[in-house]
């Protein structure tokens, strides 16, 4: 495993696994904690988080393959290995792994193919691999706006879909930025992204021996509701909670209130 490498508020570029930069920061000192954001979006999706985690925590945030600030992908990739690759960039034998949505899925991956290396999960508006996404208008007109590759019609949808709060409330704007500079990232690293299809988190749950909190939004998906109440009712000593005020991106939307949830877990 690589030395510690960077200062707390350093910005790095992690060597991905097959080519490529993943870009982190590391922020603050204490116990490790690592941001997982979710897909077409960014790390900025914990800007309003983390200064007070920081303060806490040894925080380290990331851009996941092909979006932000990091590389977009020229082959297979495969998420669990890039969590992997940043906690051995960092020189981390175990961190914290706080995820939303995707991010959310890759934590869990990884705390079940690595469960020595989690010290502690919190689920935020997760998805899970392994599963069945009920068919809808709204499901059906995203494959389409990604089988066509058409970043303006997937950013709208992300943004009415996930987004339903509008841009007048907190953390707004940022969001529309995040997703209309993403969009047409997120397409191309999506083709490329390997190794989720074959898993299935969601017929192990009760493998997960991490302290886990599940938190989803009250205007949130309806799909990732009944996700949460899963994970919170499967996972062995997960708590669940319901946050109030928040579609998707929780973070932006009420981030007082989550970062108040995620220290008192984290402690």
């Known amino acids: 495993m690589s030395q510690r490498t960077g200062r707390p508020g350093s910005e790095v570029h992690v ?8 870009w982190a920061a590391r922020d603050g000192s ?3 904690v690592v941001l997982l954001h979710g897909s077409g979006m960014d790390s900025r999706l914990w800007d309003a988080v983390l200064p007070e985690l920081a303060r806490h925590h040894d925080v380290i945030r990331y851009d996941a393959r092909g979006l932000g600030r990091s590389t977009e992908p020229e082959r ?7 969590l992997r690759a940043v906690l051995d960039h960092f020189a981390l034998a175990s961190a914290a792994l706080v995820g939303l949505s995707m991010g959310g899925e890759t934590a869990l991956d990884f705390a079940l193919a690595h469960p020595g290396r989690v010290t502690a999960l919190a689920l935020v508006g997760a998805s899970v691999s392994g599963h069945d996404w009920p068919a809808s208008p709204g499901t059906t007109a995203y494959a389409e706006a990604r089988r066509r590759g058409d970043a303006a019609a997937l ?16 953390g707004g704007e940022l969001i529309a930025a995040m997703v209309e500079e993403n969009t047409a990232r997120r397409i191309v690293s999506e083709r490329y992204l390997a190794g989720a299809p074959e898993r299935s988190a969601e017929s192990r749950l009760g493998e997960v021996g991490a ?3 599940v938190l989803h939004g009250d205007r949130d998906h309806p799909e ?16 669940g909670h319901l946050v109030p005020a928040a579609d998707h991106y929780l973070p932006l939307r009420t981030p007082e ?3 108040e949830l995620l220290l008192a877990h984290l402690s």
Do not use: C, K, N
């Open 211 to 213: 302290p886990t909190l």
């Open 76 to 82: 297979p990739f495969d998420d669990v290995e890039d």
């Open 15 to 22: 060597p991905a696994p097959g080519g490529g930069r993943l």
């Open 155 to 170: 950013a709208e949808l992300e943004l009415s879909v996930w987004a339903a709060m509008g841009r007048t409330a907190p």
């Open 257 to 259: 209130r989550l970062t």
């Open 224 to 239: 990732i509701s009944a996700i949460a109440e899963r994970l919170a009712a499967d996972i062995p000593g997960a708590r």
């Open 30 to 32: 204490g116990s490790p």
